[in-house]
């Protein structure tokens, strides 16, 4: 219980951090869902390992995936899948199970 009545004081740099984590995208939660998949174009996520549908922004990566996730299997550059030269389809009316759609008479 030492330094009681010590005002507690936070550096430039801890406070330069905080506005920085604050403000900055870092591309998580819904925000960044569509740069992770990949869809739209300039998207973190480039690459889609054909085994296990893991993404990965370059060849690098991927193959570091691969080395540690499929060690059996041989690495093959043209097996991957580039999200950003397909195109994606677009979503069927289909309804989904579960949910009511709107009720027309």
Known sequence: MTGKAKPKKHTAKELAAKVDAATTNRGGGKAGLADR?????????????????????????????????????????????????????????????GIRGSLKK
């Open 37 to 97: 998949s990949g869809i739209e174009k300039g998207g973190h996520a480039k690459l889609e390992c054909p085994l296990c549908k893991v993404t990965a922004p370059d060849v690098k990566s991927m193959k570091i995936h691969h080395d540690a996730r499929h060690p059996k299997v041989p690495f093959d550059e043209t097996k991957l899948n580039n999200l950003h030269a397909t195109v994606v389809a677009e979503s069927s009316n289909k309804p989904k199970p």
